[in-house]
């Protein structure tokens, strides 16, 4: 799952587009998906947005935990658990959300490391925390068992993007 600001993707198409090829060439054993956040839209940038399935999607800001929570189900094939139909409380269900699922958390300000850890296991994750792009690589080696990967774009050294593309 990538998360981009839409200001910035929606500055160069012609890059955007680059991004987007790369994405695809990955091959990787699951497709990732990219999510735009965007304060506002408009219907014809909206319809952009959503061509086709390696396409990117849109989530408003102000980013609430229920819209990346319905995002993260969406893209992971999770069935929707928020409904209460089953006498359960939509917390008890999100408690579950990310239960089998092994995360990596990458930045190299420490409290935003716990801020994210703390959230993420808040939904069951298990979170692997790291401070650097360098060993974030030697994390992510192939047939590393992480299911997703959040990671700073601006640390010293090596940062997000440098790191992803070593990857």
């Known amino acids: 799952m990538v998360l981009l600001e839409w200001e910035i993707w929606d500055k160069d198409s012609g890059l955007s587009a680059i991004f987007l ?3 695809r060439d990955m091959k990787p054993r699951v497709s990732p998906r990219l999510f735009l956040l965007s304060n506002s839209i408009s219907s014809s940038g909206m319809s952009g947005a959503t061509t086709d399935a390696t396409g990117p999607s849109v989530i408003m800001k102000p980013l609430r935990a ?6 993260l189900q969406r893209v992971m094939g999770v069935e ?5 139909s089953n006498g359960e409380s939509p917390s008890l269900s999100l408690r579950n959300l990310l239960r089998g699922r092994k995360i990596l958390v990458v930045d190299d300000n420490k409290v935003n ?3 994210a850890e703390g959230a993420l296991r808040k939904y069951g994750g298990d979170v692997v925390c790291t401070d650097s792009g360098e060993k974030a690589i030697a994390l992510l080696r192939p047939l590393h068992d992480f299911d997703a990967c959040f990671m700073d774009i601006q640390m ?10 070593r990857i």
Not at 156 to 165: L, R
């Open 156 to 165: 010293p050294g090596m940062d997000g993007f440098e790191a992803t593309k």
């Open 113 to 115: 490391l716990r801020v």
């Open 66 to 71: 229920s819209m990346l929570v319905a995002s």
């Open 80 to 84: 929707n658990r928020i409904s209460c």
């Open 21 to 23: 090829d790369k994405l």
